[in-house]
């Protein structure tokens, strides 16, 4: 059996300061994510802008380039956007409906407001876009699983989307399903 001499330490840790180590560790892990479940639900919305931006684009670049009008639909009940041609019925295209984007996992619309007034909170929502690249002037409010709210503005000729507050205009009008 070997001792060992006075002073000296075997190689290794002892079960204690393992056991030390590895609190300080699940400590350290559990509030990190914490942080980070703070930081990813922020996120959820401004990548919703982002990604909600781009898909405007496609749909105006759609439009200009096929020499048809695109709709940008959401569906509120699958939760996805996707494009759609719009040609003459004396023409039919293969490519007519394009590429379908699901929201991200927590996000939805929650109502889209028109420009004529309307609000849009059920079926099928849709925006326009002509062959020159224009729309209606609409609000998009989009709602994660907190229930934080953001309305994005669509822009009627310069691509993209932007923040905005709720014009009155748009709260005051009727909901229409």
């Excluded at 190689?11 to 990813?40: A, H, K, N, Y």
């Excluded at 939760?79 to 490519?95: E, G, V």
Aim: with cysteine; aromatic share 8%.
């Amino acid at each position: 059996m070997q001792t060992l001499q006075a002073g000296r330490r075997a190689e290794g840790f002892t079960l204690l300061e393992l056991m030390l180590v590895l609190c300080l560790v699940s400590i350290l892990v559990g509030w990190s994510c914490l942080s980070l479940r703070q930081i990813w639900r922020g996120r959820g919305l401004s990548g919703c802008e982002e990604h909600f931006s781009t898909l405007c684009e496609h749909a105006r670049n759609r439009a200009i380039l096929s020499g048809f009008p695109c709709v940008l639909e959401y569906s509120f009940q699958r939760h996805c956007w996707r494009t759609r041609l719009l040609p003459p019925q004396s023409i039919s295209l293969d490519n007519a409906v394009g590429e379908q984007w699901a929201l991200g996992a927590g996000l939805r619309v929650r109502e889209i407001l028109l420009e004529q007034g309307k609000h849009i909170r059920g079926g099928v929502g849709k925006l326009f876009f002509s062959t020159r690249g224009r729309t209606h002037r609409a609000v998009v409010v989009f709602e994660d699983a907190e229930g934080e709210q953001l309305p994005l503005a669509v822009r009627s000729v310069i691509p993209g989307c932007e923040r905005c507050p709720l014009p009155q205009q748009f709260l005051q009008a009727k909901a229409v399903q």
